[in-house]
């Protein structure tokens, strides 16, 4: 869950409403950015960008829940973030995105070099949408992050364009 604007008692309402599906269909339910909130809904996990609280913390707030590190392109943050203990990293923008402003573009090479370098799951963000899923997962990636195609799609119900990527 990645609501960076709402305040606190909404992100709790909300965090409770999505773990609540996510249990029925056990699916695995991460908050972004907030250890604490993770910890105080009771999901699986956080995940943590660069600019976000450090995974040493998090470790101590989570203890054995998923936590997973934003490292851009970067091979030397996808080896910190696995030295610390991070469960997964994610890599990217790998596509153009209306989400959010690209700072760091990562490449499928690159995205080959780390996987095989580090072995840990990746998760692939940016861009992603019906016509490059498929380049990304036949290249390692072991998940991917699809918000704006979901849920900013002109064209298609969130339920259709989820449709669109089996």
């Not at 709402?6 to 249990?23: D, F, V, Y």
């Not at 973030?81 to 995105?97: D, P």
């Not at 095989?116 to 899923?133: E, S, T």
């Not at 992050?145 to 849920?151: Q, V």
Request: glycine share 4%; proline share 2%; charged share 30%.
């Amino acid at each position: 869950m990645r609501q960076k604007k709402e305040a606190l008692n909404k992100k709790i309402l909300n965090a409770k409403k999505i773990l609540k599906i996510c249990r029925k269909y056990r699916v695995k339910f991460l908050i972004n950015d907030d250890p604490y909130l993770a910890l105080k809904v009771q999901a699986d996990g956080c995940h943590l960008g660069q600019k976000d609280m450090n995974i040493t913390q998090a470790k101590k707030i989570l203890n054995k829940k998923i936590i997973g590190v934003t490292c851009h392109n970067s091979l030397k943050l996808a080896k910190k973030a696995k030295l610390n203990g991070a469960n997964y990293i994610a890599l990217g923008a790998f596509f153009k995105s209306n989400t959010k402003k690209v700072k760091h573009k990562a490449s499928v090479s690159r995205l080959k070099k780390i996987k095989k370098i580090i072995n840990m799951p990746i998760v692939a963000i940016g861009g992603i949408n019906q016509n490059n899923y498929k380049k990304l997962l036949l290249n390692n990636a072991d998940f991917l992050a699809i918000s704006g195609y979901i849920w900013k799609n002109k064209k298609l119900k969130p339920h259709e364009a989820i449709k669109n990527l089996k």
